[in-house]
């Protein structure tokens, strides 16, 4: 290839400033340092659609029977393609001229440079401003959980405001993570904790099967079922980590085979767990499922386990909010309002040299989002209806639409005219399920406020 495109290139997808070569050295030791191998992916992949929405599932099963089942497929496989799409999003086809090579270059870093690229007017703000939303909200979801079970295990009577301060202070060395390797491990435990409690509480059920009733799945509620989906779209959206994942791949050309085993993976162990659960304990099925299990040792345990999976999956939302501000808002952090992108649209790299000089800045920052993490915990702790809305508004946008319209927008001439029908198909269907979604769950979560439950699902 000729050596003046590689240097435009290189220039393109990099640096829009000059830098000194040990700047260079750094930056290269920096990439390398945070580079992961495909089997650490698939475990961060795992862990952005695992989480305690695991716990969920049989309480899904309970709003929509057989449906909630088919949903959970079918939106299984919608959010792995929309995830890939958006990925390829992120990479121009640069074409030699003279030559006439054709090679693939990664030109956007995040979600919001997609955005920037498709709408440079707007894009960018109203990308990050969703993605934060719907992270903050995930993120609130872990103490809620370890709230209702930190009082089930513990015989003396705590309010919830203390316990969400416990969950705080455990939390806090978040604020010091700053590499996806450093989530490798917290992933890791999050799914072999998720793993665990799969294999307690369906070995409790096993033990249980003469009360099985298989007819419960005949169950249909339009309301609950779709609030169930708004749960099961929560549940998939890992459309915000991709990037940050992919970026930090050793081999970043694995990246869809490493997604389908995780979508796979975790979809069989939401469907099993979610199934042979709800047969068994039916309508008195609990929205944290193991809070179902009896009192002892077992409950206790498991119980345990359940707040390691809340502590472990709160790290991996918490650590993409603090990269979505630092890099894609750089400016927040180092004071300097200048425009982030290039006149072509490329998005700018802060050097590490910069980054370094805002330490404080960034840590009070990060201080605050896990201060409204823990407040919003204690003034909304309602678990699976705060994930049925969170799916139907801000998770319908980031999982279905966005990444639909990113690539008609960006890729038209690139892709199939099945690729186009299936997207135009999505799109429209995402916009009518949130209209319900959002209207169904919004009502719901007005109803448990107004009754003062958190054991709510219907609107009726």
């Known amino acids: 290839m000729d050596s003046n495109l590689l240097y435009n290139l290189f220039n393109k997808v990099n640096r829009y400033t000059k830098i000194s070569t040990d700047e260079e050295c750094l930056l290269e030791k920096r990439e390398v340092e945070n580079q992961v191998t495909s089997i650490n992916a698939f475990w961060n992949i795992c862990n952005s659609i695992q989480g305690v929405a695991i716990l969920a599932m049989p309480y899904v099963i309970k709003g929509g029977g057989w449906w909630s089942i088919v949903s959970m497929v ?82 003396f009577k705590i309010s919830s405001s203390i316990w ?26 999050t799914v072999v904790s998720a793993s665990f409690v799969f294999f307690i509480v369906n070995l409790y059920c096993f033990t249980e099967y003469k009360q099985w009733d298989i007819t419960q799945l005949e169950h249909f509620s339009l309301s609950e079922f779709v609030s169930s989906c708004g749960v099961i779209i929560a549940s998939y959206s890992s459309q915000m980590y991709l990037s940050v994942i992919e970026e930090n791949m050793a081999k970043p050309q694995c990246i869809k085979s490493v997604m389908n085993a995780g ?56 650590f993409t909010v603090f990269e979505i501000i630092e890099k894609d808002s750089f400016w927040i952090i180092s004071g300097d309002q200048s425009n982030d992108y290039n006149n072509e649209g490329y998005a700018k790299i802060p050097l590490e040299k910069n ?33 049925a809305f969170i799916g139907s508004f801000t998770g319908s946008f980031l999982e279905m639409i966005f990444p639909c319209f990113f690539q008609l927008k960006l890729k038209y001439n690139e892709i199939s005219n099945l690729e186009k029908l299936l997207d135009g198909i999505i799109i429209i269907f995402s916009f009518l399920f949130m209209g319900m979604g959002t209207y169904f769950s919004a009502i719901a979560l007005e109803k448990a406020f107004r009754l003062h439950t958190t054991e709510i699902w219907s609107i009726d």
């Open 355 to 387: 980054l370094k000089k805002v330490n404080m800045r960034r840590i009070i920052i990060r201080v605050s989002l896990v201060s409204i993490t823990l407040v919003m915990a204690l003034s909304v702790p309602h678990f699976c209806l705060v994930l």
């Open 74 to 155: 079918v939106i299984a496989s919608i959010s792995n393609y929309t995830g890939q799409i958006l990925l390829d999003c992120h990479y121009e086809t640069l074409k030699n001229q003279e030559s006439g090579e054709v090679i693939r270059m990664r030109t956007r870093i995040s979600y919001a440079d997609i955005g920037f690229k498709v709408w440079p007017w707007c894009g960018k703000d109203l990308i990050l401003i969703v993605q934060i939303l719907e992270l903050l909200f995930m993120a609130t979801l872990y103490p809620i959980v370890a709230t209702s079970v930190f009082k089930t295990l513990c015989p």
């Open 164 to 189: 969400v301060l416990i969950f705080g202070i455990v939390i806090l060395p978040n604020i010091f993570i700053r590499r996806v390797s450093h989530i490798s491990f917290m992933s890791t435990v």
């Open 263 to 318: 979508y796979a993976a975790m979809t069989l162990l939401k469907i099993g767990i979610g199934v042979i659960a709800y047969i068994t304990f039916g309508t008195e099925t609990s929205q944290v499922v193991t809070l179902n299990l009896p009192s002892g040792i077992l409950l206790t345990a498991v119980n345990i386990v359940v707040v390691l999976l809340s502590l472990s999956s709160y790290t991996l939302p918490m």
